[in-house]
């Protein structure tokens, strides 16, 4: 289960911020301190709500490498 406040997230957090890059970090509904039951959730919800997140936060195309 992701949990914001671990380790590999701060980790990605200080890489891009080092790197000067972009970062989203988020919690699936039923993770971390997110709302909801994680028995309630399953790949098809958690898909929808990053793509709905990503679609609000992101404004431009992201550069591919």
């Known amino acids: 289960m ?3 406040e671990g ?3 701060k ?3 200080n890489f891009a911020k080092k790197n ?3 970062f ?3 919690e699936y509904s ?3 301190k997110s709302s909801g039951k994680f028995i ?3 790949i098809s919800k958690w898909t929808k709500e990053t793509t709905l ?3 609000k936060i992101v404004k431009k195309k992201i550069k591919s490498y």
């Open 11 to 13: 980790t990605f957090f």
């Open 53 to 55: 997140l990503i679609k």
């Open 24 to 26: 989203l970090a988020l």
């Open 30 to 32: 039923g993770h971390g």
């Open 40 to 42: 309630n959730g399953n």
């Open 2 to 4: 992701s949990d914001l």
């Open 7 to 9: 380790k590999k997230p």
């Open 20 to 22: 000067k890059l972009g």
